[in-house]
């Protein structure tokens, strides 16, 4: 009895010595896994706190960060060309509006003035001719306003070639109406955008040097400088043009500022 009891007394203290090394006897069905040895590791640096961090500079060399970058400023650079581009365009459609309503402006103009002057005209003639009863009208005949006003109107529908026809017929058939000199003015100015040059520089020309006096000669004088510059004829009509500025600075700025800036244009021979 009492080796028995040694022995299971020797067997409870093995059992408890392996279970403080970490061990299970064999047949036991609870497993251990065996401590791990203790090995010392090498100290890691300290991490940096979040203040430090944040106050580091950021590298963005990388060739990741500058493509994406110029990427970025092409875009932008894209999108400014064409706000410009739409800019332009916008201010091209509005010069264009300007410039018609200018030329438009301009034919109201002359075609008041013009009826004035007929009906001036018409007065005086009333005044000069008086009826009897052995006069007869001529009825197959329209008077000056009413053929200078048909003419105007073919300007105004863009009928060039009708429109310098019926000038030159004003004046062919009223050689002393007061609209004469403003017929052979838009006989000119009809020719010139029809390209007929040589009809056009013999207009103004007749204009400048017949009737030098009027309030066209300005005008013609300046497109005549313009008409033989179209021609080719550079040297003469830079002449022309300059002496738009010398004589008539002061009477017709409006015509000088034309001819000056169109002077610029007329190469030096």
Request: hydrophobic share 40%; net charge negative.
């Amino acid at each position: 009895m009492k080796r028995q009891v040694l022995t299971l007394t020797l067997a409870a203290m093995a059992a408890s010595a392996s279970a403080d090394d970490g061990w299970v006897s064999v047949g036991a069905t609870r497993v251990v896994a065996p401590a791990s040895p203790q090995v010392t590791q090498p100290s890691s640096p300290a991490l940096p706190s979040q203040s430090v961090v944040a106050q580091l500079p950021v590298d963005n060399s990388g060739s990741g960060n500058l493509v994406s970058e110029l990427l970025m400023q092409v875009e932008q650079m894209q999108n400014e060309i064409a706000t410009l581009r739409g800019r332009l365009e916008e201010q091209g459609a509005r010069l264009e509006r300007m410039e018609r309503e200018q030329q438009d402006r301009y034919l109201d103009l002359d075609g008041r003035v013009s009826s004035l002057m007929s009906a001036s005209y018409a007065d005086t003639g009333a005044n000069k001719a008086p009826v009897t009863e052995a006069s007869t009208p001529d009825v197959g005949k329209p008077s000056p306003a009413d053929a200078y006003k048909s003419a105007m109107e073919l300007v105004r529908a863009k009928k060039f070639t009708e429109a310098g026809a019926a000038f030159d017929s004003f004046a062919e058939t009223y050689p002393e109406a007061p609209l004469l000199v403003n017929a052979l003015y838009w006989s000119g100015e009809v020719n010139l955008v029809e390209g007929h040059l040589d009809v056009a520089e013999a207009r103004f020309r007749r204009v400048m040097t017949d009737f030098a006096s009027h309030t066209k000669a300005a005008d013609a004088t300046y497109k005549l400088g313009v008409t033989l510059h179209k021609a080719g004829k550079n040297a003469e009509a830079r002449q022309v043009l300059q002496s738009v500025i010398d004589e008539y600075s002061g009477s017709a700025d409006g015509t000088v500022a034309l001819a000056t800036s169109y002077l610029k244009k007329v190469p030096v021979e």
